[in-house]
Antibody, heavy 114, light 112 residues
């Protein structure tokens, strides 16, 4: 079945960088793009970015533009999200999600910045 | 501040219907050239789940008690025959120009 499996939780300090990965399985990796979404503790969903694995086209949300990089690796069917210059406000659960409609979500990765 | 406005909470009794509104602009919800309006359900501590895509389409496995609609710059999610398990947060979402995606502020549904 279609599945997105994310990397484990990360704890890091302000000013550092973090990388979260999302491995796709159960479908053709190139058939869908990926969104990244985060959810701070007790807050709503915030869109972070999008990548098309075929074209490499990317788009980033305003709150992370200039600090974030999305990449894909078709050899491992993995999309990765890197966020630099972390601040405490970046503490959140980060999700990857598949396609135009975000029809499948990863289990989430907690990133704690303190 | 979210670009899409939802009521903070709605409530209903089992068996009743509730409707959640989602107000945006002509650049997202009301874009006449796009049907990209989505609704997601999230139970506490769980992963969001796609409920409605393209304004009114239900993915496989979503009960027909959930229905979506749109009028102008406002989209709506109606839950009919409210059940205790429907108690959750609901988020609308849309594309707001190019590949930029935007979520609503979220609505908590309480089954009283």
């Amino acid at each position: 079945q279609v599945q997105l499996v994310q990397s484990e939780a990360e704890a890091t300090k302000p000013g550092a960088s973090v990388r979260v990965s999302c491995e796709a399985s159960g479908y053709n990796f190139y058939d869908y793009g990926f969104h990244w979404v985060r959810q701070a503790p007790g807050q709503g969903l915030e869109w972070m970015g999008w990548i098309n694995p075929i074209t490499g086209e990317r788009s980033y949300g305003a709150s992370v533009r200039g600090r974030a990089t999305l990449t894909t690796d078709a050899n491992t069917n993995t999309v990765s999200w890197e966020l630099r210059s972390l601040i405490s406000g970046d503490t959140a659960v980060y999700y990857c999600a598949r396609g135009i409609s975000l029809d499948t979500w990863g289990q989430g990765t907690l990133v704690t910045v303190s | 501040q979210s670009a899409l406005t939802q009521p903070r909470s709605v409530s209903g009794s089992p068996g009743q219907s509730v409707t959640i509104s989602c107000t945006g602009t002509s650049a997202n919800i009301g874009n006449p050239g796009s049907d990209y309006v989505f609704w997601y359900q999230q139970h506490p501590g769980k992963v969001p789940r796609l409920l409605i895509s393209n304004v009114r389409q239900r993915p496989a496995g979503v009960p027909d008690r959930f229905s979506g609609s749109r009028s102008g710059n406002t989209a709506s999610l109606t839950i009919s025959g409210l059940q205790p398990d429907d108690e959750a947060h609901y988020y609308c979402a849309s594309y707001g120009g190019g590949l930029n995606f935007v979520f609503g502020s979220g609505t908590h549904v309480t089954v009283v």
